[in-house]
């Protein structure tokens, strides 16, 4: 069973900064893809960015390109998402996914979710 913790999220206000985790167990991930997805109130979920577990290839949203990075610390089977220069309308609630596979956008293709973490941006 495969299990994805977010942590990291928090207020911070434009032009900051914050770091969201994503702790996975329950398997080994090599084959899989974990992704980044936000969900503001009133709208659909959203894609920001994912990678293969065994690869170092990256995908962004262009939303969030130049400004957040995907990365990942294979030791402590853990994701990361680096948000730097972040926008009131980053606003929304993160979550982290995984599926096997190839990276798509779409979320409906992802299997496992966590719980997700709310990152507020203050004008």
């Known amino acids: 069973q495969v299990q994805l913790v977010e942590s990291g999220g928090g207020l911070v206000q434009a032009g900051g900064s914050l770091r969201l985790s994503c702790a996975a167990s329950g398997r080994t991930f090599s084959s899989y893809v974990v992704g980044w997805f936000r969900q503001a109130p009133g709208k659909e979920r959203e894609f920001v960015a994912a990678?293969?577990?065994?690869?170092?290839?990256?995908y962004y949203s262009d939303s969030v390109k130049g400004r957040f990075t995907i990365s990942r610390d294979n030791a402590k089977n853990t994701v990361y998402l680096q948000m730097n220069t972040l926008k009131p309308e980053d606003t929304a609630v993160y979550y982290c996914?995984?599926?096997?596979?190839?990276?798509?956008?779409?979320?409906?293709?992802?299997?496992?979710w966590g719980q997700g973490t709310q990152v507020t941006v203050s004008s």
């Open positions: 996914a995984a599926k096997k596979g190839l990276v798509v956008s779409n979320w409906l293709a992802y299997e496992y």
């Open positions: 990678q293969p577990w065994s690869a170092s290839t990256t």
